[in-house]
Structures are given as C-alpha cells and as structure tokens.
C-alpha cells in the first residue's frame, strides 16, 4: 500500500540519545528508554531486551518517531518509538552513519 507524500511528512521522525535504560520488572522483552532528542526527553518501551544488553544501548543514537500515538506497556507510557529493522532473527535499531545532533529530523 502506497502512502502519500504528505502523509509522509506528517511524520515526525528524529534521532535521540538513549541517556538511560532500565530493566521492567516481569519483562522478558522490554526495556525502559530515556531518551535526549536536544529541546526535549522522552520516554520510550522498546522490545528489544533480547538482541542488546543495556550498557550496548547507553549513549547511541538512534531513529525514533515522536508523533506516534501513545502507548502504556507494562504500566509505562511509551511516548515515542524506535524504529528498527527485523528481518525474524536480528532486530537493528536504525541509526545514524555520522554523528548529528539529538533532534535531527529524518526526512
């Protein structure tokens, strides 16, 4: 399905620096992202406990999406999403090839 170019812009998508991680009690799949994006911090619920330890997630930087409806998972309110690629097996946080700053909007 094809979307148009303007919806398309309506997305709002930056790079953010994980600057915390925590574990969620009875989770075998999500952690708790603090997460920089310059103006402002957000909190992310990312399934990604499996494939990374949480010292392999302080300080990146990756893709996430900041106008996302808002979810409660595990009694955490998800107030963006990190966009990653997952082919069954490997699951790849989408990250910048250079350093750019918290904020920097993907287009």
Do not use: W
Not at 34 to 52: C, L, N, S
């Amino acid at each position: 399905m094809e979307i148009l170019f303007e919806d398309f812009k309506n997305l709002d998508i930056r790079i953010g620096k994980i600057i915390a991680v925590e574990e969620i009690p009875n989770s075998k799949n999500l952690y708790k992202l603090e997460v920089d994006f310059g103006a402002e911090k957000r909190t992310a619920v990312a399934g990604i406990k499996k494939h990374y330890s949480l010292q392999a997630l302080m300080d990146k930087r990756f893709a996430f999406i900041l106008n996302l409806e808002r979810k409660k998972l595990m009694g955490i309110e998800s107030e963006c999403m990190l966009l990653a690629a997952d082919d069954g097996v490997n699951v790849a946080p989408l990250k910048p090839d250079k350093d750019v700053i918290e904020g920097s909007k993907v287009r």
